[in-house]
Structures are given as C-alpha cells and as structure tokens.
C-alpha cells in the first residue's frame, strides 16, 4: 500500500482555491449545455459564458470533453470484516482509487455483527473513516438483528448522527426473517429513512449448500448453483411485498437478473416507491462460475442474456442507481474457500471501474446518453440519500464535486495500474473509451491531467438528512421547483427549501419527480446537436468475455427517466 499524502494546509491552498473550466459540455441529468463553470472555496459560484472572474484564478481547458457531477458510489464496504477475513481496500485506498476513477463521494456499509448495537458500530466507522477519506462519505447501517434496542438506536442515527439508510439482509447468518423485516422496514417508514434490502432467500440457500455438499460439490461453480435467479427474485418479490404492507419506501440494492427487475416493475407499475440498484460487475460481464475471483453474492450470473435484461431495465428507469458493492479480498484471501465454495470471502473490486465500465457499455456502446449515465452513476443516489442538490449535479451553489471526462481517450484496466490494495481486478484487460483527466474533489484538483493527487482527509462524512423529499414530498417539490424556475429561488435557495421541507408521513407516492422539477438555468434540457440517438442503439458486450453478441434494446423512457419533457 503506498504512503498516504497528508492533507494540504489552509494556507498553502489559496492557489487551489479558484478555479474555471471552459469550453467544456455541461452535463446534468436533464441534458447538456456548453458553459463555463468558476469554482470557488470548493463550491460552484457560477456557471455560464463570459464569466467575470478574479484575477489569477486557474484555467483548464476543457474543449471536447464532458464536464460531469463527481460519481457518487452508493455500495461500497471498505475495511469490512466479513467471512473471516477483512476486506483490504480500506477507507484511504478505496476512496483514492475513487477519486481515480471519477467518483467523488461514496457511501458505505456500517456492518454490526448480529447483536451488536448499531450505534456502537456506527461510531466505529466513524473512528476508522474520518481522517482517512480522500473524497466525502456518507454511511447507511445494516440491521443484523432486530429488537427494540435496534429500533431505538435507528432514531438516534437519524436524529443525531446523519443516517436515512438502513439495510437488511435476506441470506446470510445474520439474515432478518419476514416478521423482522416488516418490523425494520415500517421504522424506516416512521423515521423518513430508506429501507434497503439484500435481496436473495437465505433458507434456500442454505438448503442447496447443503444438498450440493452432499453431492460432492465443493468447486467455485458451488457458489451460483446454490443461488440461482429465481432465488433473487423470490426475495425480491417478498422485499416489495412485506413493504407494501407497511407503505414503506424500498430500494432493492443487488438486481442482477431480468427476472428481479420484472418484479420491480410490477411494483412500481402498481404504484408502489421501489428503487433498484445493480452493480457494475453485473452489467458488464458475465460470469464464468469456476472462477474464484468473481464470487460475490448475489452471483455474477453465468447467464448470457443477464447484463442486457439489465441494461433494458436501467434505459426504462425501472433501476435508478449503479453501484460497485466493491468488497476486496486478496486470492490468498479467496483462497480460504478452496475445496468449499461457501467459504469463499464474498464481493469484487468495482469503485475506481465503475465510471469507465458503465461509460463504456451504457454511453459508448449506444444504449443511454451522458445525461442518463449522470443520473445512474451521481444524481439519483445524491436525491435517494438526500444530498441533492449539494451533490449529483452542476449547479450555483453545489459542492464543487466535478470530472472532466474525456470521451475520445481509452483506457485499458489493469490490476498493474489500478489504485487498490487488492492484488487483481475482475475487469482486467476491458478497454473502455473514456478518461477522467480531471476530477475535482471540494474544488480540490485531485486528478490533474491525468495525475493522481489525492489527499488523505480531505473528505469529510456527509450528513444524510431524513425525509428525501424526492422519496417523501414530491408534491412540495412541485411548488419549489416552481419557484426556481420562475426565478424566485437561486441554487443555493433552492437548495436550503429542499433542506426544509415539512415533512408528514404518506402512504401513497407518486414515483416520479413534477416536470418543473427539471430545467433549471444550469440544467436546461434539450438535445444538444449531432447528439446519438439511443433509440435504435445496439448493444455488445466486450470481447474479452469470448462471447460477441449483438441485441437491440429499445429504451421505452426517455434518457434521464420519466420525469424529463425534453426528449
Ligand atoms: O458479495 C458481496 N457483495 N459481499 C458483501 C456483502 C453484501 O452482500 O453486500
Ligand atoms: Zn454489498
């Protein structure tokens, strides 16, 4: 691992502190403009043409390129100790090999062991992160267990600590049963907090590990045999399910196959508030079950057609986040599951990839635009955890939390190159278009030019306040959305009535946000020229999974989800 770079002082800042970009195209999930933005003090000040600006401010050039909101990773477990063992990105290298890969905040796991208190644990992470984030964080809590101490400690971490998340798990010995899950999921309702399920059925599973044991099954193959699709969407199912009866808001956190997302749709169809998450393992290769390497649950699916199903699910708006679950376990580490493949350490690397990878099969292989790759990879995750519009967008007022994404530029991953601590990477030899040259982290230069100048500290824990009002209120956005439109509300203004909004509990959601929601002055949305059309894309997954195939995905929502009336 290599020696962390200790934080800059104040003072010796004050040449960092001003900063323009020109000529690049603005990107927001509602479309893109050519503007330029001027940074100060790690916020953005103002963005448009001709920009009067103080002297000595710095200039980069950004003619050709995509100006981006900074990637926000809402799934990562960094120094999580898990099966046994520890996984080895902690919270210094995994956020470095972030800021790497154009992500600029991430948002991980605290992880209890069944039994513990939640806010003991919470308290733990904090120790742990704090001085070591390069880049802001937030964290949800998993609910291992579930008794009246939980639920107690849940208000406290919503109330006092900055939580709206909380994680429940379906498989796994620390598992909640129906009951316990009905229980957490209408506390996360009474709180104004987002339940979130790891959704795959335990007692199956543990059943099939059994049986195949039994049979003399102790192979990596073990792994997906004993946890098959229909297993996932069962979960998936009783998850949407057992919220329905208690009216809470859900967000499925591991889709990986067509058959889950079918189930979401459903729901939502129904009128239902789910969300749905996939990772980027999942969308971008698929799995050859004798590989140790690639183990993490749910599987990566052996199934050709699984990354497409995906891909249609995300371009409709049916899943509304990207993810990397990055959970790194060195081969020796791997190598505990040799000869019992339940023993393997479960997750893969994906935080520094996530960006490119998903560049490269969603924007340049045709299927979404950049505003839709925006709101997949930053904006959506910024309004479900209730950080927008600080994060997720470029805007007066936002946290300067910026890449510069040079489309033309390829990039070959490697473990030999990455920034992680892990001694191999499951994408190793994907090309993918696409570079971050630049990625602003606070108004920070953390890549510069290419070049890595992460700081250990800079990052700072993010409050996720309680009561998103994209998943809570969206009626009173109608109104203040309004309100921007007209001119009434700058960004920061805007940003300050999100912040406080009255909340009253509601049973019925509408899911999508009102159409004065979107074109705001920095995010106006129409097509730029010459832009692709993705409504007759194709789509191909990369060589290097020895499977060349070719699928038309007709995206039947606009880029940018529903809510956008510009397309
Ligand atoms: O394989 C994975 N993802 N390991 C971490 C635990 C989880 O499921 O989130
Ligand atoms: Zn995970």
């Not at 062991?113 to 120790?127: P, T, V």
């Not at 990596?220 to 098959?228: A, D, K, N």
């Not at 799995?287 to 199934?303: E, K, Q």
Request: aromatic share 8%.
């Amino acid at each position: 691992m290599s020696t962390p770079v200790k934080k800059v002082p104040i003072h010796l800042q004050s040449s960092q502190n001003r900063l323009i970009i020109k000529n690049g195209k603005v990107v927001n999930e509602t479309g893109i403009l050519e503007d330029d933005v001027f940074i100060e003090d790690g916020i953005i000040k103002q963005i448009g043409k001709n920009l009067i600006i103080p002297g000595g401010t710095r200039v980069i050039d950004a003619r050709g390129r995509y100006i981006l909101p900074g990637g926000i990773d809402p799934h990562t477990h960094f120094e999580f100790d898990f099966m046994g063992t520890r996984s080895v990105d902690d919270f210094y290298q995994g956020t470095k090999a972030a800021i790497a890969g154009g992500t600029t905040m991430i948002i991980d796991f605290v992880f209890p062991k069944k039994g513990e208190s939640i806010l003991d644990k919470y308290h733990e992470y904090r120790q742990k992160a704090d001085d070591k984030v390069c880049c802001d964080y937030g964290l949800h809590v998993c609910l291992t267990s579930w008794n009246d101490r939980v639920r107690d400690e849940m208000k406290t971490l919503c109330q006092q600590h900055g939580v709206n998340s909380f994680k429940m798990f379906m498989a796994y010995d620390f598992m909640l049963n129906d009951e316990e899950l009905y229980s957490a999921m209408e506390a996360c309702k009474n709180l104004g907090a987002l339940a979130q399920v790891h959704a795959e059925n335990g007692s199956i599973i543990r059943k099939n590990v059994e049986k195949l044991k039994a049979q003399g099954v102790t192979g990596p193959e073990g792994h997906e045999l004993s946890r098959p699709e229909s297993v996932e969407a069962e979960a998936v199912n009783r998850a949407c399910v057992i919220a329905k009866a208690v009216e809470a808001p859900l967000c499925i956190d591991n889709v990986t196959t067509g058959e889950s997302g079918e189930v979401i749709k459903e729901a939502q169809a129904n009128g239902q508030i789910v969300y749905g998450a996939s990772h980027v393992h999942n969308l971008s290769m698929i799995g050859n079950p004798n590989v140790i390497y690639t183990i993490a649950s749910p599987p990566l699916r052996s199934n050709p057609e699984a990354p497409e199903k995906l891909w249609d699910l995300i371009a409709s708006d049916v899943l509304q986040l990207t993810g990397s679950d990055h959970c790194t376990f060195k081969k020796e580490q791997k190598a505990m599951g040799q000869g019992d493949f339940s023993k393997i350490p479960n997750g893969v690397n994906g935080v520094e990839s996530r960006m490119a990878v998903i560049w490269e099969k969603g924007v340049h292989s045709g299927l979404i635009d950049p505003s839709r790759f925006v709101a997949i990879t930053s904006t959506n995750a910024a309004k479900l955890f209730n950080v927008y519009p600080r994060k997720g967008c470029i805007a007066v007022g936002s946290d300067a939390d910026i890449v510069i994404w040079n489309p033309a530029k390829t990039q070959t991953i490697s473990a030999q190159t990455h920034h992680l601590a892990v001694d191999f990477n499951i994408f190793e030899g994907m090309v993918c278009h696409g570079v971050p040259e630049f990625v602003i982290v606070n108004g920070r230069v953390c890549v510069d030019d290419e070049n890595l100048r992460a700081v250990q500290g800079h990052g700072t824990f993010v409050e996720t306040p309680v009561n998103a009002p994209f998943i809570y209120a969206p009626e009173k956005l109608e109104e203040i959305f309004e309100s921007k439109k007209n001119g009434v509300l700058d960004e920061v203004e805007l940003h300050n009535k999100l912040a406080k909004i009255e909340f009253e509990p509601k049973t019925c959601f509408t899911p999508t946000l009102p159409d004065s929601a979107i074109g705001t002055p920095s995010c106006r949305g129409a097509r730029p020229e010459g832009q692709r059309n993705i409504q007759d894309s194709t789509f191909s997954i990369s060589e290097e999974m020895d499977t060349e195939r070719k699928s038309c995905i007709k995206v039947k929502n606009p880029p940018g989800g529903k809510s956008s009336g510009f397309w």
